[in-house]
């Protein structure tokens, strides 16, 4: 996998806009039409995972990639700063709880690696306590992959930091983005360096479910990304729709 200094956060020139944002909107009508047929069959699920900095653009994917799938086959489970009871537990108590049934689908904003990223940028955990808890990852990722047929399917929203700082600043004064607007963000954000270094370790050590990295800077291109990525990896469980015999 490349670093991520070295991959583009801009889609390619020569692709159209116009054409691609089209080719999205036909996706989304097979993804629609896939979700159905995984709801149905009742034999796999899907985790998505979504991750990148802070106004990379993790919400506005969820919204326009998901908005219009069945909400009965969908949920979304944003990972925030742990409660205390959930920091009364391993790391990976409160995401297990969300693991998708099979048919369904589960998206989460953030995940099970805020804890080997923003720990170790802020100190909370160090090199030895994230080498554990990298291959507990691996494993519990291995878990839900083999033993409830689910397909995990991890994201990186890359954005530079200068669309970064361009987006937080909007957030200060668009009253429409406003709610987003966190002092805090612009703190991290001048933790770009060591952020990208811990994502970098990440990808390296946690690899054996493949991350996509999205260009993020435009959204028409990010959406195509995801929405072209899930519905390839759907069509590839080669589901059927089970018979009116197969009915329980």
């Not at 919400?59 to 944003?78: E, R």
């Not at 689908?105 to 805020?114: L, T």
């Not at 946690?206 to 435009?218: G, R, Y």
Request: contains cysteine; aromatic residues 10%; proline residues 4%.
């Amino acid at each position: 996998m490349p670093m991520l200094k070295d991959t583009s956060t801009r889609a390619p020139k020569e692709l159209d806009k116009q054409q691609t944002k089209q080719r999205t909107e036909d996706l989304k009508t097979t993804l629609n039409e896939l979700q159905n047929l995984l709801y149905a069959e009742g034999k796999h699920s899907v985790l998505i995972v979504i991750q990148g900095m802070d106004a990379s653009g993790k919400d506005g994917a969820i919204k326009n990639v998901f908005g219009g799938l069945n909400p009965q086959g969908i949920s979304v489970k944003p990972f925030k700063t742990p409660t205390a009871e959930e920091l009364d537990h391993d790391f990976l108590w409160r995401i297990h709880q969300h693991t998708p049934a099979k048919g369904m689908i589960q998206i989460f904003n953030r995940s099970h690696y805020e804890d080997v990223l923003i720990t170790r940028v802020h100190g909370w955990c160090n090199d030895e306590t994230a080498d554990k808890r990298f291959k507990a990852i691996n494993n519990f990722e291995q878990l839900v992959t083999e033993h409830n047929n689910t397909l995990i399917l991890k994201f990186y929203l890359h954005i530079s930091p200068e669309e970064q700082q361009g987006r937080l600043k909007e957030r200060e004064e668009d009253l429409t983005k406003g709610w987003k607007y966190n002092a805090t963000d612009l703190e991290e954000a001048k933790l770009w360096d060591e952020y990208m270094k811990m994502y970098e370790d990440v990808f390296q050590n946690c690899n054996h479910i493949p991350w996509t990295i999205v260009p993020a800077d435009q959204n028409w291109y990010k959406e195509y990304i995801i929405t072209k990525t899930i519905t390839d990896a759907l069509q590839e469980l080669s589901m059927h729709y089970p018979s009116h015999k197969d009915a329980k």
